[in-house]
């Protein structure tokens, strides 16, 4: 028997009490989420919330089951929000299980916090914001130990699908290979085949981004490991979702006779459940497959049924993969015009879900498929939406195909009438094309970001500001001009002990190092006037998120000055990230607050929660930490 069947027995007692009934619904709906079963895990939870876009009932609760029940429904709320596109469903996700995890906090359930954060960590993953879901899964692990075994497997699970999301696959395949002796001893079947089931995927996206045929093999013997697993564990539609990889993967190595055999079983499995839009998901690989094997009739019939089926959900990134192999199979066919809308279509489907690649991805293949019948000037515009939407990719092979269709835009314009002749070569730079093109896109980025260095090097896609901050002062000076002024560093001033020397160091000169988190120039203006006497030098950043990122970086600070209203991450949660960190557990930290009731509930006498509005306060507590 099952454990789901276990518990579904459970709840039959009229025994039990309203809190052992709602605990045991919490455990058989998170029994249910990870199995991927959304709508039943819902339908589990019912008698304390009955409607969707409603908080759950949790009066009359322990405080215990009342957090498990908050954390349940936030976990559930994402993850159905996601698979619904539901605006605003993260938000509300990430709402319900904070609460659950304040009222652990004062149970003094750490573990039972740490869990909750996962659950957390991913409500960030699925908003693209990876560093907030980084330091959050990292901080969560440290705190798990080892007797809660499956915790930490789900944990280093979610940190490796964050990291291959934010394009990071090797820092994804060395997490994989350092847990898989871990989920090699877990008993835990469903856990194994999500762990090969994601090794497989990475291998597969290294493979396209490095054109390494040794990681398709490798992929292809841990999708097997995977289906093998989930078969174990009973879980017909993640079984069947591997079984769609495989042939995938078989297809792209010209196996087709694999392909389609593993491609038969999916269709069989997923046709059991009744899953008409995975059912169109596996009609739109068999099209990719058919195209390989040049059966364009065949492709294009099969992948229109796909575009039928998913026109009627909700899975955009689908219908638009399944547009793009329709616009392919259609070109191929000679069929321009239907080609160019289908994919066109394709492009504005990607964009409006926020699947940037898909929608690159179609813009590629117009050039590809369509060159002889688009005009030149709707190429040029493509190849230049191409490179907007894949300004960020981490694929080697999407960049080469880009390159290639800009080549070919490039050649077909130049032979045109309107420019007769030969191409010329003669004074063509390859180095100064990238580098005029590199400084086209970082002017266009400071410019949205109002010339704050921070956020233009988010949107560029570095880790830290600092590159961005090189880049300008070197190859790009004539840039620096576009950029808000960066306030000079103070000079310093020697913290003397006796006799003159800084305590602990006699002899030794020892500058201040502060960081400041603030986006009010004024306020911030105001912050440094007041610390100016300490000669100090000011790190000044005005956004959460590059403030996280600069702590996690191991930078060495002596006072942390954090606005608790801040954009990207909140002040308190740069606090908790700074003290999960080893390099700042003793470091003083000041947070600065509009509202006292956000304040940190905490024991630590080097965090000082202050009012925003009594900057004489703030000079006056900076002071007496360092004197």
């Known amino acids: 028997m099952t454990l789901g069947k276990v518990l579904v027995h459970q709840l039959e007692n009229p025994n039990l009490s309203f809190d052992d009934r709602v605990e045991l619904r919490c455990k058989l709906a998170r029994t249910l989420e990870e199995e991927g079963k959304y709508d039943a895990a819902r339908e589990a939870m019912l008698e304390v919330w009955p409607e969707f876009d409603e908080r759950p009932q949790v009066e009359g609760l322990s405080e215990q089951s009342r957090a498990d029940t908050l954390i349940r429904v936030g976990a559930l709320t994402g993850w159905i929000g996601s698979a619904n596109q539901l605006d605003g469903a993260q938000e509300i996700a990430k709402d319900f299980i904070s609460e659950g995890i304040r009222s652990f906090e004062l149970l003094n359930e750490p573990m039972k916090v740490a869990e909750a954060q996962t659950e957390l960590a991913v409500c960030y993953w699925r908003a693209g914001a990876f560093q907030e879901a980084r330091v959050i899964l990292h901080q969560a692990f440290g705190v798990l130990k080892e007797s809660h075994s499956e915790a930490k497997l789900v944990t280093l699970l979610r940190t490796a699908i964050n990291e291959e999301s934010a394009g990071r696959y090797h820092d994804a395949l060395r997490i994989q290979k350092e847990a898989s002796l871990l989920f090699e001893q877990t008993p835990n079947f469903t856990l194994r085949g999500k762990f090969h089931h994601l090794f497989g995927f990475i291998l597969r996206k290294l493979s396209e981004v490095e054109l390494r045929r040794d990681y398709i093999d490798q992929a292809l013997i841990e999708y097997a490991a995977a289906s093998y697993y989930f078969e174990e564990a009973g879980l017909i539609r993640h079984r069947a979702c591997v079984e769609n990889n495989l042939g995938f993967l078989f297809g792209t190595i010209g196996r087709f006779g694999d392909a389609h055999e593993h491609l038969d079983l999916a269709q069989t499995l997923f046709t059991s459940l009744k899953d008409s839009v995975h059912l169109a998901q596996v009609d739109e690989t068999r099209a990719r497959v058919l195209l390989a094997e040049g059966r364009l009739v065949e492709a294009e019939k099969t992948v229109r049924a796909s575009v039928r089926t998913l026109e009627k959900g909700d899975e955009q990134s689908l219908l638009a993969e399944a547009l793009t192999t329709h616009g392919i199979a259609q070109a191929r066919l000679k069929h321009p015009d239907q080609a160019k ?190 610390i ?43 606090a908790r990230l700074a003290r999960s960190l080893s390099q700042y557990r003793k470091t003083p930290i000041v947070v600065l607050s509009a509202n006292a009731d956000d304040q940190i509930q905490s024991n630590d006498s080097n965090l000082f929660w202050l009012s925003s509005e009594e900057p004489n306060r703030i000079t006056e507590t900076i002071n007496q930490i360092f004197h």
């Open 532 to 574: 100016d006497g300490l000669g100090a030098e000011v790190e000044e950043i005005a956004d959460g998120a590059s403030g996280m990122e600069l702590l996690a970086s191991g930078v060495h600070f002596d006072l942390l000055v954090l606005k608790n209203e801040i954009p990207g991450v909140s002040g308190k949660n740069l």
């Open 341 to 530: 809308v289908s994919l066109q279509r394709a492009l504005d489907v990607a964009e409006r879900a926020g699947d940037l690649e898909s929608a690159g991805n179609a813009a590629l293949v117009i050039v590809e498929e369509l060159i002889d019948y688009v005009p030149n000037d709707e190429l040029k515009l493509t190849v230049d939406r191409a490179s907007e939407l894949l300004a960020k990719t981490q694929d080697l092979s999407a960049l080469k195909r880009l390159a290639n269709c800009s080549n070919r835009v490039l050649a077909k314009v130049h032979a045109s009438p309107r420019f007769p002749g030969k191409v010329d070569w003669t004074n063509f730079s390859f180095r100064g094309t990238l580098l005029e093109y590199e400084a086209h896109l970082i002017n266009l980025a400071l410019e949205d970001a109002g010339g704050v260095v921070s956020k233009a090097a988010r949107l560029l896609g570095f880790n830290h500001h600092q590159s961005l901050l090189s880049m300008l002062n070197g190859r790009h000076e004539v840039l620096r001009h576009r950029s808000t002024p960066i306030l000079p560093r103070r000079r310093s001033i020697i913290r003397s002990g006796e006799n003159g020397s800084p305590p602990g160091k006699r002899g030794r000169k020892r500058t201040l190092r502060i960081l400041l988190i603030e986006d009010d120039a004024s306020v911030s203006s105001l912050i440094q006037e007041n």
